[in-house]
């Protein structure tokens, strides 16, 4: 099965939407194998932004992701970087089709609720960036024989 990473951002969890989110990707039949709650500290945020470094708005991107508690998620199933993907919707809420979290929950591309992992590359690095081995699960759910073949 694949992995993804998924973070709810800290207008996310201000605004109360950290269990809609679970809960969607719950509903959609994913399994949460890892979770955390916590205010990420500088370097942290610097790392994981890595990409953006020598971008203008890369010092707002770090400014804004360490402002307040996010909640980072890896959630497992088939296809679940692709579908997660597709359940944010577009980084811009403004194009992010309605009944996607962003279409949904965000207005501004600033504030747009939550970040997903863009790559099975991405999701490994993510992953890696925010969780130890020993902390994400592996186990069998009774659902599972419903959600797969």
């Known amino acids: 099965m694949e992995r993804t990473f998924v973070m709810v951002k800290p207008d996310g ?3 109360g939407l950290v269990g809609e989110i ?3 990707f719950e509903r959609r039949g994913y399994k949460l194998v890892g979770l955390k709650l916590f205010t990420m500290p500088t370097a942290l945020a610097e790392t994981h932004y890595g990409e953006h470094r020598n971008k203008a708005f890369f010092k707002g991107l770090v400014d804004f ?3 307040g508690p996010v909640a980072a998620m890896v959630w497992e199933g088939k296809n679940v970087v692709a ?5 944010l919707g577009a980084t ?3 194009k992010a089709l309605p009944g996607t979290i962003r279409g949904t929950y965000g207005i501004d591309i600033g ?4 970040h997903g992992s863009d790559s099975e590359a991405s999701a490994v690095r993510e992953i890696g960036i925010f969780f ?7 186990y069998n759910r009774a659902i599972d024989t419903w959600i797969y073949e």
Do not use: F, Y
Request: aromatic letters at 0%.
């Open 13 to 15: 969890v201000q605004r």
């Open 92 to 94: 811009d809420p403004q």
């Open 22 to 24: 679970i809960a969607r």
């Open 132 to 138: 130890e081995e020993a902390e994400l699960l592996s």
């Open 65 to 67: 992701i360490t402002s």
């Open 111 to 114: 504030r747009n609720v939550a």
């Open 83 to 87: 579908a997660a993907r597709e359940m």
